[in-house]
């Protein structure tokens, strides 16, 4: 039987061994396990780190950071770049700590606030910087920070960064950096633009993997809920309103589809907000600020929007629809289920989708149940939970309103106690049940089609996207080409990372059909189910 390795049997400071039992971590996870023997030892050393987010990254980069830093030389020694602001924050705060007691100093460098602190705090001198890629390109480019002396680059959450147009920002860096310097890359994938940082940036890097059965939480209870296109909102709703303290995350493919489910939920009387790739610095700060603060329960996100995010007490993860890489799945739903606290993922499929579903539980070696859409009495008996508790509450309640509209009091004084009670049930029912959708969604699991057939038109999703070389221009041109369907016909043509989609009449169905047939940009496209 393997014995179970602890901090302690590292060549570990003394002070970050301390510092850790402190804060109750004695057992290092498998990512640190691994990369610690490698990360310690002193010299030219590349390094590969593949791990998802929650594994313990932080530490198993931080730990070896912090000891090759020479403690005497107070210029940048070290370099992490994160994908997003809240990334680096939270790196910044893993480490602070174990830094603070070796008088080792860090600062974190970021866009969307003012650069004079930043620059500053550089030209006081700090051993280690963590910062956002714009950013240490915007000091690098004013030589306010300088690279001259830094010996380890920390590349973390490369494919996030890579997703999110930062391939330009990576490749600057690194010109600016000494051509012996350390690159430690941490990705949840290997992706090309990962491979072609290695062959263009690293020497012979050293590789560990962290095994992918591990990586999804034993307090989040995972299910899938059968729901065709046009049911899929309507789904949604019935999930929020029958979890009374719903506080949450619902992922979607795309920037216009979170800002169209944001508007319609706020329609309905829900707290909700959107965050996606389009949003500048300042309001996606104070959208994340308001949601931990819990000024609004609902964030609807997209998967690079929300990178990098942590908010305690996530009680759901929704997902719009199946993510487009199994990573991404495991990405979204740990974000509940954490420090001990019992969360709900709930991915919504058509009904011919079940198969990946099994596929990503035998992956993940996880139980993922069928759960099927809240019926109308469970929302209704919820709704009417609320109301009582509304009443309760205004009866304790005290306050001057009855003084304030003592007219009005009067007039409801001179009412017999069956108008009364008649009022009060319908503004009850103005307040909490108006917005209730009683109406039956009748569809088979076994049979339904999911190709969703709305006011005449039907969306169809191809096996192409933008990973592709694929545009919206490209897919217009080739539904066009033979002139059997006109441009003004397609209502809507959307291209996401691996899969397209477009909305089309439904007559047009067997003719773009027959496309699957002709070859598209070298390859032949495919419906997908």
Not at 29 to 54: C, R, W, Y
Not at 393 to 407: C, F, R, V, W, Y
Not at 439 to 461: A, H, P, V, Y
Request: with cysteine; glycine share 6%; charged share 25%.
């Amino acid at each position: 039987m393997k014995q179970t390795k602890q901090f302690r049997d590292f060549s570990l400071n003394s002070h970050i061994i301390t510092t850790l039992e402190k804060m109750g971590i004695h057992t290092p996870t498998e990512i640190q396990e691994k990369s610690l023997p490698i990360l310690m030892v002193p010299g030219k050393n590349d390094f590969h780190g593949q791990a998802q987010t929650g594994t313990g990254k932080t530490l198993a980069f931080g730990i070896p950071l912090l000891h090759h830093i020479d403690l005497k030389n107070k210029e940048t020694q070290s370099l992490i770049v994160a994908p997003t602001r809240e990334l680096a924050l939270q790196i910044y705060e893993s480490l602070e700590k174990l830094a603070r007691g070796m008088s080792i100093s860090i600062t974190t460098i970021y866009g969307g606030v003012s650069f004079e602190p930043q620059r500053n705090q550089l030209k006081k001198g700090t051993q280690i910087v963590v910062g956002t890629p714009g950013r240490i390109n915007d000091h690098l480019r004013r030589k306010t920070l300088s690279l001259r002396n830094v010996h380890t680059i920390v590349l973390d959450e490369a494919d996030i960064m890579l997703d999110m147009g930062f391939k330009e920002e990576i490749d600057e860096i690194l010109t600016f950096s000494q051509p012996d310097r350390n690159i430690w890359l941490f990705s949840a994938t290997i992706k090309g633009g990962i491979k072609e940082i290695q062959k263009n940036h690293m020497r012979n890097p050293s590789s560990v993997r962290v095994s992918q059965e591990q990586v999804t939480s034993s307090t989040t209870q995972q299910y899938f809920c059968i729901a065709p296109t046009q049911y899929r909102f309507e789904a949604l709703c019935r999930f929020i309103a029958s979890e009374p303290d719903f506080y949450g995350f619902v992922f979607c493919q795309t920037k216009i589809q979170t800002s169209e489910i944001a508007e319609k939920l706020a329609a309905k009387g829900h707290s909700v907000n959107a965050l996606h790739g389009d949003m500048s610095q300042v309001n996606r700060n104070r959208v994340i600020t308001d949601f931990r603060k819990k000024k609004f329960s609902i964030l609807i996100a997209t998967d690079v929007a929300a990178r990098g995010i942590d908010v305690s007490d996530i009680t759901h993860v929704i997902n719009y629809q199946i993510p487009e890489d199994r990573e991404s799945y495991v990405h979204r739903i740990g974000r509940t289920g954490r420090a001990g606290k019992e969360g709900v993922s709930i991915t919504f499929i058509h009904p011919r989708e079940q198969r990946y579903i099994r596929e990503l539980a035998a992956k993940f070696k996880s139980t993922i149940k069928e759960l099927p859409i809240p019926s109308v009495e469970c929302i209704m008996g919820q709704q009417e939970k609320k109301a009582l508790a509304y009443v309760a509450a205004k009866i304790e309640s005290t306050t001057s309103s009855k003084k304030q509209l003592s007219n009005l009091y009067e007039s409801i004084q001179q009412l017999s106690d069956e108008q009364r009670n008649t009022l009060l049930i319908e503004l009850l029912h103005e307040k909490f049940f108006n917005q209730v959708n009683t109406d039956t969604l009748t569809f088979s699991n076994k049979t339904e089609n999911n190709r969703s057939s709305e006011q005449g038109f039907i969306e169809l999703c191809i096996n192409i996207g933008m990973q592709d070389g694929v545009t919206r221009n490209d897919i217009l041109h080739h539904l066009t080409i033979d002139e059997k369907i006109v441009k003004k016909q397609i209502a809507k043509v959307r291209v996401i990372q691996k899969r397209s989609f477009i909305l089309i009449p439904q007559k047009a169905q067997g003719l773009v059909a027959q496309l699957e047939q002709k070859q598209f940009k070298g390859r032949r496209w495919r419906l997908v189910n």
